[in-house]
Nanobody, 128 residues
Framework: QVQLGESGGGFVQNGDSLRLSCAAFGGTVSSCAMAWFRQAPGKEREFVAAINWSGATKFYTDSVKGRFTISRTNTKNTMYLQMINLKPEDTAVYSC?????????????????????WGQGTQVTVSS
């Protein structure tokens, strides 16, 4: 059974940068569409970014465009989220997800219900 594990979260200041990693264990996700979601306290889980199997296609939510970059290294079975110019409103638990049934992206990949595998999440806190 493939499992996903996130790392790289932390406590940073307004304007700082972080890079999150999502590694797969017990199998490969190199042919899966993958994504990052986040959930802030008291709020619904929110789509952040998605990437197709090759990395050629990427989706972002509007609030992170120009600040966050999703990428992957299939030889390492790992996906990343590079975050720059972090803001207090980016504070949340960030989780990675994989859709084992899809290599590409479509509109369904904005929704959490599309994804089969989830990591446990990593906390990102941005102080003002």
């Amino acid at each position: 059974q493939v499992q996903l594990g996130e790392s790289g979260g932390g406590f940073v200041q307004n304007g700082d940068s972080l890079r999150l990693s999502c590694a797969a264990f017990g199998g490969t996700v190199s042919s899966c569409a993958m994504a990052w979601f986040r959930q802030a306290p008291g709020k619904e889980r929110e789509f952040v970014a998605a990437i197709n199997w090759s990395g050629a296609t990427k989706f972002y939510t509007d609030s992170v465009k120009g600040r966050f970059t999703i990428s992957r290294t299939n030889t390492k079975n790992t996906m990343y989220l590079q975050m720059i110019n972090l803001k207090p409103e980016d504070t949340a638990v960030y989780s990675c997800a994989a859709d084992v049934d899809s290599v590409g992206l479509d509109v369904n990949h904005y929704y959490a219900t599309t994804y089969d595998l989830w990591g446990q999440g990593t906390q990102v806190t941005v102080s003002s």
